[in-house]
């Protein structure tokens, strides 16, 4: 733009908020933003939080004659009522690969809007961010609670698959995706019939191709290439003296918990819901030397864990290394309070 022309600096904003949990923004990150935005893990899975994966298998893509996945599109427009039904208070968008699938849908969702129309309320609740059924050159600047993603494109009766994506293959067609994969606050659903491991990246040269089969991948395994096991080491003694403590009380504990550029040091699983954690720790080892302000290490930051889910406990060196059995002590007294908080709740406000 102008500024560019002038030769102005720039600056990158490197904190994401607006994605309720990490899956959302992940794929996105790594892609396109070398994995420079600051993303605050969410405590734990929760079924309306995230990023989930609908494969399939038994419909048919019609690329010579609608060009459409018909009975993904009812199958879309299904979820649309079931939405509308149960869960009104959140806002919805649908997003295409194509023009043709795009209008698949909203043919299959006028029929069923039609038949049950105690769900017209729903439709005309959010002013504001209303319901929308938008192809992938035209849902930038859209932003929903809930995004369901329609590729529409697919295996063939004869399970033929094409590398052609429209819009997605060409020039440019990787920020599209960009901005498509990046439109929900709270969840994405992804509905198609192949999965990344069909995607073969020697039959063509896209760069949006390849970024869509990281984005399906992740999807449906919750793998990055960027995953590694030295992104899960500890990051000072202090950390590494404090896992072995608590791995020795009987916790089940993960290390470094969230993406690349802002991690959870030590994170305590709770044992009833697997893959959700009952205390984040936070160590002044690295990490925290590294934090830019005192505004970063302690108020910002902490708020936006806690908003997140997060009960956390901190470590002071000094203070372990002085006394480690009564700094444990603490530890263990602050995952007793959580676990006991935790009782009190109404099972909708418990972090699953």
């Not at 449906?220 to 030295?230: C, E, M, T």
């Not at 990490?287 to 406990?313: C, N, P, T, V």
């Not at 444990?328 to 709740?345: C, F, G, I, M």
Request: aromatic share 10%.
């Amino acid at each position: 733009g102008l500024c560019e022309a002038k030769m102005a600096p720039s600056r990158m904003l490197k904190w994401h908020y607006r994605s309720r949990h990490q899956s959302l923004i992940q794929v996105s990150n790594y892609e396109f933003y070398d994995d420079k935005l600051v993303i605050f893990p969410a405590a734990g899975q929760h079924k309306n939080l995230g990023l989930y994966f609908h494969h399939l298998p038994e419909t048919i893509y019609e690329r010579g004659t609608s060009r459409t996945n018909p009975e993904e599109a009812q199958l879309v427009a299904e979820k649309v009522m079931q939405h509308a039904l149960k869960h009104q208070e959140l806002t919805l968008g649908v997003a295409t690969f194509s023009t043709a699938q795009r209008e698949a849908i909203e043919l299959a969702l006028e029929h069923k809007r039609r038949n049950s129309p105690e769900t017209e309320s729903f439709f005309n609740r959010h002013p504001h961010e209303p319901f929308f059924i938008k192809n992938l050159e035209n849902v930038q600047g859209d932003e929903r609670d809930v995004i369901f993603i329609s590729m529409g494109y697919g295996h063939t009766a004869q399970g033929d698959l094409t590398m052609n994506f429209g819009p997605l293959n060409s020039d440019g067609g990787e920020r599209r995706l960009n901005v498509l994969i990046t439109r929900a606050r709270q969840r994405c659903e992804v509905f198609s019939n192949f999965t990344a491991d069909d995607l073969d990246l020697s039959r063509t040269s896209s760069r949006g191709v390849a970024a869509l089969k990281s984005f399906l991948n992740f999807a449906q395994y919750g793998n990055l290439n960027s995953d590694s096991k030295a992104a899960k080491e500890s990051d000072s003694y202090l950390e590494e003296a404090v896992y072995k403590a608590l791995i020795q009380q009987g916790c089940k504990v993960q290390k470094r918990v969230g993406s690349k550029g802002f991690f959870i040091d030590l994170a305590i699983e709770d044992p009833e819901n697997p893959g959700s954690f009952l205390l984040g720790i936070e160590c002044d080892g690295a990490m925290y030397r590294s934090a830019r302000s005192a505004r970063d290490r302690d108020r910002l930051r902490q708020q936006i864990l806690e908003a997140s889910g997060w009960k956390l406990h901190r470590i002071w060196s000094p203070d372990w290394f002085r006394d480690p059995d009564k700094e444990l002590k603490r530890v263990l007294q602050a995952l007793e309070q959580t676990k006991q908080s935790q009782l009190h709740l109404h099972p909708e406000e418990k972090i699953h």
